[in-house]
């Protein structure tokens, strides 16, 4: 299960969700400082990573099939014991797999040069021995060395950093993840000139693979071997759905393109089956809505690179697709042009998060208490902060006791 971790700010992948750390309302961006437009921007831009990109998509795909595993093996228990270990080989075969995808995700150095980068067999996940990680090793600021696995968070932090940076200006960041896309680039690849709309095209190019890291470094071989150069990033585009294809789980060959189409629709059809009862959770509507969007946009050829230095194009898309549900230091809402808040509580996806990392053992409070003390502050009680899973055993249930009541958890 995949974060985004900011200090002024994060995103939490598949489960639609992003916190702004201020006081400030977001409701109206217009009246909010830069620093907290700023943020809302970038994490707005992991919103649109998770729905627009095959890597969001398939984690999407992968998440929810975690999910499902978690619930059956839940099912099976006359009474429940956290955390649940899950049986199922292929789930945990995938779950190595991302780790693998997503990379290193956490630093506490600052480098400031790339000095090697190399590839490496994994030599552990039973079938894919041969799947390689990609290593970068760095020099940092204080003299030390380091060397970290590259991957789609590294990629995910520095487009999103991109945007932000091409709208707003100079802000203070660390270089470890949003600045490594462009030490690689400056270091190992400087004859290639690549412009800022040409790396945001390369980095949403190496997320439309099923291994970002990997595929990152293979484009700018492969263009390095050719000689080729790119007018615009429209090109380099081009140039990677014509050249590069993936294979499914039967190994037959498929184009971005296809694949982006299929993942997009398997997204779809698999978050609906969170709430299978829409009488009495309607929220399948807004996954709908947000997925026709989506497949609007990209009959459009809408790419990033598109919203570089382009405040109204990104809140053009804001106003057509709405928001993922949005928090600041006191408050909750999502937008959206045709679905009021009050007919669909989205927020039952932040507590699926909540119910997966408490039964992965991965928390053992539940995260959900801020929202809850807005509208339910009389069902909080001392299980929230050492076994929320027991409230699923009350009379008047919380939203996580709600959810787990639903799904047959009792």
């Not at 492969?222 to 140039?239: A, V």
């Amino acid at each position: 299960m995949l974060k985004q971790f900011e200090q002024l700010g994060f995103y939490i992948p598949s489960f639609f969700f992003f916190k702004v750390a201020t006081d400030e309302s977001l409701v109206d961006l217009q009246n909010c400082s830069n620093q907290s437009k700023a943020t809302f921007f970038h994490e707005y831009f992991h919103f649109l990573q998770d729905i627009y990109t095959l890597f969001g998509l398939r984690n999407i795909n992968y998440v929810v099939n975690v999910v499902y595993a978690i619930n059956q093996e839940s099912l099976k228990q006359t009474e429940i014991t956290y955390p649940i270990e899950i049986n199922d080989s292929d789930i945990n075969i995938l779950n190595e797999l991302f780790d693998i995808y997503y990379g290193t995700s956490f630093s506490s150095y600052e480098p400031v040069e790339i000095t090697s980068y190399n590839f490496e067999p994994n030599n552990k996940i039973t079938g894919y021995e041969s799947l390689e990680y990609v290593n970068i090793n760095t020099r940092n600021k204080d003299g030390s060395n380091d060397s970290y696995y590259f991957g789609a968070h590294i990629i995910l932090e520095s487009l999103a950093y991109k945007l932000e940076y091409s709208i707003f200006g100079k802000s203070n960041v660390p270089s470890f993840p949003y600045k490594i896309v462009d030490l690689i680039l400056d270091n190992h690849f400087t004859e290639l000139n690549l412009t800022q709309e040409l790396r945001i095209a390369l980095c949403e190019e190496s997320l439309n693979t099923a291994h970002p890291g990997k595929a990152f470094f293979e484009i700018l071989q492969r263009i390095t071997e050719k000689h080729l150069s790119f007018r615009t990033p429209e090109d380099l585009h081009n140039f990677c759905h014509l050249n590069y294809f993936l294979e499914d789980d039967k190994k037959f060959k498929q184009s971005i393109a296809f694949a982006l189409d299929s993942e997009t629709r398997k997204s779809q059809s698999n978050l609906k089956t969170y709430f299978p009862n829409t009488e009495i959770v309607k929220i399948n509507y807004w996954i709908d809505y947000i997925f026709s969007i989506v497949k609007e946009m990209r009959n459009d050829k809408i790419h990033f690179y598109k919203l570089a230095n382009n405040e109204n194009q990104v809140i053009e898309i804001i106003n057509k697709l709405g928001t993922p549900l949005v928090a600041n230091n006191n408050e909750y809402y999502f937008m959206n042009p045709k679905i009021d808040q009050s007919e669909c509580d989205i927020s039952l996806l932040l507590a699926i998060k909540e119910l997966l990392s408490i039964s992965l053992g991965i928390q053992t409070y539940c995260g959900l208490k801020p929202l809850c003390s807005i509208n339910q502050s009389e069902l909080i009680n001392r299980n929230c902060d050492i076994a929320p899973q027991e409230n699923r055993k009350n009379e008047k249930k919380c939203i996580l006791g709600a959810l787990m009541y639903m799904w047959g958890i009792k």
